[in-house]
């Protein structure tokens, strides 16, 4: 039926004393599909209340803190205050990561739900790591992973901004994984030559400076690099 008629139904319904998880979550869903996020999320908090392993209400509250950053400031990241002058919650994305990340662990078909939310999360994790909130960042990532553990945007984009932490074993590791999806990811190759470097295993930065010239000889970076450590080794000829 239209959200207006189901909030009519739903509310009849825990009026008479019938407040059950699933009447407050179905609520929910229908005024999240009227746009109605701040209500919405109350019903699903009600509903998490009563049934605190609800999946689906999880879910449904992840997709209305989504919506709240999408319609408010999506990857904007000014401080927004409602008309009242009360905040708003700054990232509304946080929480909504956190409400999908509890719902797949509950019920992980729920990862196959919407086929776009990984991309949106790469688009999010970038958003944040160019505006220097790096733990989000990896958050957003993380969770795309999660969802699509072949993504090699996500992976690759995480261990950059591992490496740019100082993780460099958790840099290593993500990069192994983008260049086992995409042998010809140049950028993988550099950047894990470069945390090669930054840990004193000078040979493997060469390696993969050498893998990522032979497939992009044209970019200079890559020859500056390996230059840098030839000197570093000792090999000035």
């Known amino acids: 039926g239209k959200p207006d008629e189901i909030i009519k139904s739903c509310t009849a319904l825990i009026e008479r004393s ?3 998880s699933e009447n407050l979550a179905i609520r929910g869903r229908a005024y999240h599909a009227k746009g109605e996020e701040d209500l919405a999320i109350q019903d699903f908090d009600h509903a998490i209340q009563l049934s605190p392993n609800y999946a689906e209400a999880y879910y449904g509250r992840g997709l209305a803190y989504w919506a709240l950053g999408k319609r408010d400031r999506f990857f904007d990241f000014n401080l927004l ?14 929480p909504a990561m956190r409400d999908f990340d ?45 969802i699509k553990p072949d993504s090699v945007e996500a992976i690759y984009l995480r261990g950059t901004i591992y490496a740019s932490k100082g993780q460099l074993d958790h840099a290593i590791q993500d990069l192994d994984r983008a260049v086992q999806l995409k042998p010809d990811a140049v950028g993988a190759y550099y950047s894990r030559g470069r945390a090669y470097f930054r840990k004193g295993e000078v040979d493997g930065a060469i390696q993969d400076f050498d893998r990522a010239i032979q497939i992009s000889p044209d970019i200079m970076d890559l020859y500056y690099a390996r230059g840098v450590a030839y000197i570093t080794k000792g090999q000035l000829t």
């Open 81 to 94: 205050l409602t008309p009242n002058g009360k905040e708003r919650i700054l990232f509304p994305e946080v």
């Open 18 to 20: 019938a407040k059950t």
């Open 102 to 146: 509890r719902a797949i662990e509950l019920k992980p078909e729920l990862a196959q739900f919407d086929p776009e939310l990984p991309l949106a999360l790469v688009k999010l994790g970038t958003a944040y790591h160019g505006n220097r909130h790096d733990d989000y960042a990896i958050q957003a990532l993380s969770l795309a992973i999660k």
